[in-house]
């Protein structure tokens, strides 16, 4: 059997068997509805939780094989449509040389957050050389899937890592990055550029190392009204499309889809739809006939969600209502099953699995 060096250097990829979410996307009926879970791979599992025991969070993010062996975690335990690589957008915080700390309790810190002082320090050269253990995590992770599911690269949009790297962790308000939107408009610019650079090449890269989707989340859209989110984050995010689809193009993987989550920015939905995105993640604030209503300038677009997490503490049976009840608002055409946001620590692992049987149970 070939060794990890070995599957890491090669790009020979054992064929997919299902392609149930690409099909979607290309227009297609699957023969069951496509349903992936985001954190999927993550702390409501018990094995990661056992997992974590032996390995620091960012270790595991950092160490290709550590970070494949996660990400097959909830491959094993559920019938799910799709991988999604384990990692963290604050990777592009770490790469740009800013300390960044997983503490138990809080989450995500960033002991010495940004100034308008410190953009010029930022470590933009070599930043994606830095980053190349996702691409190897990525491409070591196609050959042990063996083919039994696509897999999702992703990354965090501009926005969601500028409100990280100002506020030095998670917020309620992102009052001190948006002060910058109104008191430092230049910089704040200046610095969205540069995470839009970085961004479209670190996606770039994982579509060569062998992602077959990308998912860009924008995380704290919600923290931002419609005038400021079409100034400050929806031309970079139509760069960031336009840019990765002919840097993939010239490398002969134009075929490669990107999805958006904008969680909390229903209010854009229709202008999303013109960004280039095949498919739009909906968080679980917007209602599904909305969602359709406001992409309908755009027929191909595929809708992704939005169950609310909470839903799985609700008894089997009434989850499966809940489920069948979202798929009826939504409509089986260009939808892929998801939650409307990430899953929860605590959510419960056997309803998991009946919200993932109850999606692949659905006629279409």
Same mark, same amino acid.
């Given at each position: ?120 320090? /930022?470590?933009?050269?070599? @930043?994606?050389?830095? $980053? %190349?253990?996702?691409? &190897?995590?990525?491409? =070591? ?86 005038? /400021?989110?079409?100034?400050? @984050?929806?031309?970079? $995010? %139509?760069?960031?499309? &336009?840019?990765?689809? =002919? ?118």
């Amino acid at each position: 059997m070939a060794s990890t060096t070995e599957l890491i250097a090669s790009r020979n990829f054992p064929t997919l068997k299902n392609d149930r979410i690409l099909k979607v996307i290309r227009g297609e009926l699957p023969d069951k509805l496509p349903v992936w879970i985001m954190r999927q791979a993550g702390r409501y599992l018990p094995e990661f939780q056992d997992f974590r025991k032996k390995h620091d969070f960012f270790k595991i993010c950092q160490s290709p094989s550590l970070a494949c062996e996660v990400t097959l975690l909830p491959i094993r335990r559920y019938d799910l449509d799709a991988a999604i690589i384990f990692s963290d957008i604050l990777v592009i915080p770490q790469a740009l040389g800013m300390e960044v700390k997983m503490e138990p309790g809080l989450g995500p810190v960033l002991p010495h957050p940004l100034t308008v002082d410190g953009i010029p320090d /930022l470590k933009v050269d070599g @930043a994606i050389q830095r $980053l %190349k253990y996702v691409g &190897e995590a990525i491409t =070591l992770t196609r050959h042990k899937l063996e083919g039994k599911v696509p897999l999702f690269g992703f990354s965090g949009a501009p926005w969601t890592l500028m409100g990280y790297m100002i506020e030095g962790g998670g917020s309620k308000t992102l009052s001190k990055a948006k002060k910058w939107l109104y008191a430092h408009s230049k910089e704040s610019h200046q610095l969205l550029e540069l995470l839009t650079d970085v961004i479209i090449d670190y996606l770039v890269m994982q579509g060569e190392a062998g992602a077959q989707i990308l998912q860009v989340f924008d995380s704290s859209a919600e923290y931002l009204n419609r005038g /400021l989110y079409r100034e400050f @984050a929806l031309p970079y $995010l %139509k760069r960031i499309r &336009e840019q990765v689809r =002919l840097k993939l193009a010239d490398k002969n993987l134009e075929n490669i889809p990107m999805v958006l989550f904008a969680k909390g920015a229903g209010f854009s939905l229709r202008d999303q739809a013109q960004l280039g995105y095949e498919v739009l993640g909906i968080d679980w604030t917007t209602d599904p006939a909305e969602a359709r209503e406001a992409v309908s300038c755009n027929k191909n677009i595929v809708l992704q969600g939005n169950l609310d997490p909470c839903a799985l503490y609700a008894p089997p049976a009434a989850l499966k209502n809940y489920t069948n009840t979202m798929i009826k608002q939504f409509g089986t055409k260009n939808y892929i099953v998801n939650l409307g946001h990430g899953i929860y620590p605590d959510a419960n692992v056997d309803n998991v699995e009946v919200f993932v049987n109850a999606v692949h149970e659905y006629p279409i």
